[in-house]
């Protein structure tokens, strides 16, 4: 005949196990967050248009200027303008993603874009916006952004 085991010493043995897979899953997923945060700190900082890459020659841009904000925390907002005498204007924010050579905008109206990333140096970087569906002659040009750097403001001696 068969014996079962106590009911106790069954809860017991499930929720240890309950327990071991749910610390299993909390390592699996912190230690992806840890990797994920490393590529969002390496992209982060306020990214602006330089120039656009047309038939492997770089152009200054003048017009159609676009600053970008990519926060550590996977957030991101950008500006406009026209052309260089105009002021800013807000175009939009969201959330984005990057594991390289991707870059995954997600906008606050629901879109979404996948744009090509090539890190050309630690403050300059080539972005194509990969519209595959598009014929060639069609596509937008690459452009290369470059990382403001932060200006500091004036110190005080001391008195």
Request: net charge positive.
């Amino acid at each position: 005949m068969y014996t079962l085991l106590p009911f106790k010493a069954l809860l017991r043995a499930v929720s240890i196990a309950c327990l071991g897979l749910l610390a299993l899953s909390c390592s699996k997923q912190s230690a992806g967050t840890s990797v994920k945060n490393e590529h969002l700190a390496r992209i982060a900082g306020t990214w602006t248009l330089q120039a656009r890459m047309t038939d492997g020659v770089e152009s200054p841009a003048k017009q159609r200027l676009m600053r970008l904000l990519l926060s550590s925390d996977g957030t991101f907002t950008t500006n406009y303008k026209g052309e260089e005498s105009q002021g800013w204007i807000r175009a939009g924010m969201g959330g984005f993603s990057y594991e390289p050579p991707f870059l995954n905008l997600y906008w606050e109206n629901g879109a979404s874009v996948t744009l090509l990333v090539t890190e050309l140096e630690a403050d300059r970087i080539l972005v194509h916006h990969g519209r595959n569906q598009v014929p060639l002659k069609d596509q937008e040009p690459e452009e290369i952004f470059v990382r403001q750097k932060i200006e500091r403001g004036p110190t005080r001696k001391p008195s």
